[in-house]
T-cell receptor
């Protein structure tokens, strides 16, 4: 069936370190992937997205890597800051579908 | 742009009462989505609209839930009668068909507590 899941429920890092959040997906037809950040009491906020015809995309301090062979997606945050503390969700949208299917989320805790 | 606007931010009601959640999408967006978030089930799609027409309502839990979009700038999600298990955060999101970009913009959500 279609599902998007995260391996690690909580990730704790030191301020200034790089963070890597992982996500596995099972729908081989998925062609669009996206990462959201959700802070307490707020709605999910867009971070970065990537299409299946790419394997890497960079933004400001963030990089998304896509490995279609093993159906794996990762979000890398460089020089993690306290403001990065939040829950991070990956989501996918298979071909022909407009709605996003979300993973279960990973909580990132940044220690000062 | 003010973003997606949801109201109320918090709703506390008693079991059996009717609850109506409201959403104003971003102007110009032609897709509107209702999601529900709980600790147990995460973010679940309930229903989505395209040009005010419901496209997929397979995520709506049961007949107690209904959603409408009378015009491009307003949608409601109604629960009647409400039950304690409906307690969750309900998010509305919108998106625009621009070059196949499916990026959703979320509102701040409505925290619903059914006692």
């Amino acid at each position: 069936g279609e599902s998007v899941g995260l391996h690690l429920p909580t990730l704790s890092v030191q301020e200034g370190d790089n963070s890597i959040i992982n996500c596995a997906y099972s729908n081989s037809a998925s062609d669009y992937f996206i990462w959201y950040k959700q802070e307490s009491g707020k709605g999910p906020q867009f971070i970065i997205d990537i299409r299946s015809n790419m394997d890497k995309r960079q933004g400001q301090r963030v990089t998304v890597l896509l490995n279609k062979t093993v159906k794996h997606l990762s979000l890398q945050i460089a020089a993690t800051q306290p403001g990065d503390s939040a829950v991070y969700f990956c989501a996918e949208n298979g071909t022909g579908r407009r709605a996003l299917t979300f993973g279960s989320g990973t909580r990132l805790q940044v220690q000062p | 742009d003010a973003g997606v606007i949801q109201s109320p931010r918090h709703e506390v009601t008693e079991m059996g009462q009717e609850v109506t959640l409201r959403c104003k999408p971003i102007s110009g967006h032609d897709y509107l989505f209702w999601y529900r978030q709980t600790m147990m089930r995460g973010l679940e799609l309930l229903i989505y609209f395209n040009n005010n027409v419901p496209i997929d309502d397979s995520g709506m839990p049961e007949d107690r839930f209904s959603a409408k979009m009378p015009n491009a700038s307003f949608s409601t999600l109604k629960i009647q009668p409400s039950e304690p298990r409906d307690s969750a955060v309900y998010f509305c999101a919108s998106s625009a068909r621009t070059g196949g970009n499916e990026k959703l913009f979320f509102g701040s959500g409505t925290q619903l507590s059914v006692l």
